[in-house]
């Protein structure tokens, strides 16, 4: 059974940090581009950060323009972990963090996701 569990969401300060975790488990995770996306509300989901596999990508990394030089994605293969690092957090971060899995191959795709956890950037 294929999860993805999001966790470090919360309510935070203009200027503040945090933290999220994903933890997968039922799927080969070291073969898998693991991602974080987030919807904000009225607005589509979209790419927050990426990491590729290390072993087939090398570990890129890949940020959108909004998060560059403020967040740093991660992973931890041996615990199937990504990470996002969030810092120097503006109210226009404020939205639901997705963790995404996703691994290609030429016949077909795979990709899942987590049910999402809150962030709030709010004074």
């Known amino acids: 059974q294929v999860q993805l569990v999001e966790s470090g969401g919360g309510l935070v300060q203009p200027g503040g940090s945090l933290r999220l975790s994903c933890t997968a488990s039922?799927?080969?995770?070291?073969?898998?581009?693991m991602s974080w996306h987030r919807q904000a509300p009225g607005k589509e989901r979209e790419l927050v950060a990426s990491?590729?596999?290390?072993?087939?990508?090398?570990?890129?990394?890949n940020y959108a323009d909004s998060a560059k030089g403020r967040f740093t994605i991660s992973r931890d293969d041996a615990k199937n972990t990504v990470v996002l690092e969030m810092n120097s957090l503006k109210p226009e971060d404020t939205g639901v963090y997705y963790c995404h899995a996703r691994w290609a191959t030429r016949l077909k795709e795979y990709d899942f996701w987590g049910q999402g956890t809150q962030v709030t950037v709010s004074s």
């Open positions: 990491i590729a596999s290390v072993n087939i990508g090398g570990g890129s990394t």
């Open positions: 039922g799927f080969s995770f070291g073969r898998y581009v």
